[in-house]
């Protein structure tokens, strides 16, 4: 099984749409994150958190929301959806300072496509 | 603005060939910096550098940090076509005294030919 899985895998859906995108790890971590990738563009963070009581804003934030339900569990939504949030979008995990590796552990990604 | 340049965006080669990607940061706080393959979904990690000058090896793939001219490169000698993947390279900062977090780069592209 993977250490942090993403629900849905694919998802199809049209515009004014609420979209939640799930993920859920298995290693342990404090710190998750969300990512969105374009076409050409690497990968942009959305929002992270590196504790369950602690929510940040990332680069391209606007438009979506985050919820920490566990420390385990790190939520996506969006909202309103609109077709330019049409892209591939990864959680990841990593350690803390203490034990910080540097290392960004991923998911295997949730394709949204917004009509 | 924190900010990380790869060059070149894409390439081609044939098998056998030697690459030489580059990555250039303007990172503040500057942790590390890492290197990531990225095939088909999830990347997945290669390096993480933290000083000058010392070269991290793994099979046909090195990299080596220069953190006065603030750059990077991953080299892949006797390129396979397995090697074909888009390789994304990102800088880790500490972020208000205690968080790191990862600026990543657009990604070259490679493709290995037959």
């Known amino acids: 099984d993977a250490d942090v899985t993403q629900t849905p895998r694919n998802r199809i859906t049209k515009t004014g749409k609420r979209i939640m995108l799930e993920c859920s790890q298995t290693?342990?971590?404090?710190?998750m994150y969300w990512y969105r990738q374009d076409p050409g563009l690497g990968l942009q963070l959305i929002y992270y958190?590196?504790?369950?009581?602690?929510?940040n804003k990332g680069e391209i934030s606007d438009g979506y929301s985050v919820s920490r339900q566990a420390q385990a569990k790190f939520s996506l939504s969006l909202e309103s959806a609109i077709p330019n949030q049409t892209a591939l979008y990864f959680c990841?995990?990593?350690?803390?300072?203490?034990?910080?590796?540097?290392?960004?552990?991923f998911g295997e990604g949730s394709r949204l496509t917004v009509l | 603005e924190d900010k990380v340049v790869q060059s070149p965006l894409s390439l081609v080669v044939h098998e056998g060939d030697t690459v030489t990607l580059n990555c250039s940061y303007e990172?503040?706080?500057?942790?590390?910096l890492l290197w990531y393959k990225q095939e088909k979904k999830a990347p997945t990690f290669l390096f993480m550098l933290?000083?000058?000058?010392i070269e991290k090896k793994s099979g046909r793939l090195s990299s080596i940090l220069d953190k006065k001219e603030l750059f990077s490169i991953l080299n892949i000698t006797a390129t396979q076509t397995g090697d074909s993947a888009v390789y994304l390279c990102?800088?880790?900062?500490?972020?208000?005294?205690?968080?790191?977090?990862?600026?990543f780069g657009p990604g070259t592209r490679l493709s290995v030919l037959p």
């Open positions: 958190s590196f504790d369950v009581k602690d929510i």
């Open positions: 990102a800088g880790d900062l500490l972020r208000d005294n205690y968080g790191q977090n990862f600026v």
């Open positions: 990172v503040t706080n500057f942790r590390s």
């Open positions: 933290t000083s000058s000058g």
């Open positions: 990841a995990t990593s350690e803390g300072p203490a034990g910080a590796t540097g290392e960004l552990f």
């Open positions: 290693k342990g971590h404090d710190r």
